[in-house]
C-alpha cells in the first residue's frame, strides 16, 4: 500500500508540474543540460555510428527544450503537445541509451 501511495503521490507531482509553465521550462532546461553533456560526450568518436546517433538525439533534444523553454502555448495546446513530445523523447532516448551503450 505504501508503494502504490508513493506512485500515485509522484503521478501527482508530475501532472502539477505540467500545469505550471515555470516549472515546466525549468525542467526543459535540465533535459537540454543533460542532452548537452551527451553531446559532448559523443564528439570525440564521431566517426563511429553510434556517437553520429548521439549527436543527433543531443541536438533534437535541445532544439525541443529551447522551444519548451522560450516559447508560449496556451492551456489547450500545451498538454496534448507535451505529451507527443514526452513520447517522443522516451522512444529517442530509449534508443540512443541502448545504442550508445551496448556498442
Known amino acids: 500500500d505504501s ?8 503521478g501527482a507531482t508530475m501532472r502539477s508540474s505540467f500545469e505550471n509553465e515555470a516549472d515546466m ?10 542532452a548537452l553533456v ?3 560526450a ?3 568518436p564521431a566517426e563511429a555510428g553510434e556517437a553520429v ?8 533534444t535541445i532544439l525541443i ?6 516559447a508560449k502555448f496556451d492551456a489547450a495546446q500545451q498538454r496534448p503537445m507535451l505529451k ?8 529517442l532516448w530509449v534508443v540512443a541509451a541502448g545504442v550508445l551503450t551496448f556498442r
Request: hydrophobic share 65%.
Open 25 to 34: 521550462q525549468a525542467q526543459a532546461a535540465l533535459l537540454g543540460c543533460a
Open 53 to 60: 546517433f548521439g549527436i543527433v538525439a543531443g541536438v533534437l
Open 65 to 70: 527544450s529551447l522551444v519548451l523553454v522560450f
Open 42 to 44: 559523443c564528439i570525440e
Open 38 to 40: 551527451v553531446l559532448l
Open 84 to 91: 507527443a513530445l514526452a513520447a517522443f523523447l522516451l522512444v
Open 3 to 10: 508503494v502504490r501511495d508513493r506512485v500515485r503521490g509522484y
